[in-house]
């Protein structure tokens, strides 16, 4: 069954930088992107390959925040510039069928979404 395997999370001081980076073990048609879920907190849709063939990101990170893939090697990143301490989450690699709407969910790791990454940490302290 196809996996996800994430790298890159830790800790760091607000205003520094984490890249995350995540690979699928096998290609697939389906795009890829990063939710986060905080404590008392939605699982928030980061960011992704819109249904435009643009790239999303949530309000809250854009200007911050890179989306990149690299399509030979089945990775996606996750560049985190300028982070703040409400960036602190878990956050988790996803892959996202072409045709679903993308929105936040309920919870992280489970429906509607079948492959998830096994979730990286990320701590911003201010």
């Known amino acids: 069954e196809l996996q996800l395997v994430e790298s890159g999370g830790g800790q760091v001081q607000a205003g520094g930088s984490l890249r995350l980076s995540c690979t699928r073990s096998e290609s697939d048609k389906n795009d890829m992107g990063w939710y986060r879920q905080a404590p008392g907190n939605e699982c928030e849709l980061v960011s992704t390959?819109?249904?435009?063939?643009?790239?999303y990101y949530a309000d809250s990170v854009k200007g911050r925040f890179t989306f990149s893939q690299d399509n030979d090697n089945n990775t996606v990143y996750l560049q985190m510039n300028s982070l703040k301490a409400e960036d602190t989450a878990v956050y988790y690699c996803?892959?996202?069928?072409?045709?679903?709407?993308?929105?936040?969910?309920?919870?992280?790791?489970?429906?509607?979404?079948?492959?998830w990454g096994q979730g990286t940490q990320v701590t911003v302290s201010s």
């Open positions: 390959v819109d249904l435009d063939g643009s790239t």
């Open positions: 996803v892959v996202i069928p072409s045709f679903m709407i993308r929105q936040n969910l309920r919870a992280c790791g489970g429906y509607p979404l079948r492959y």
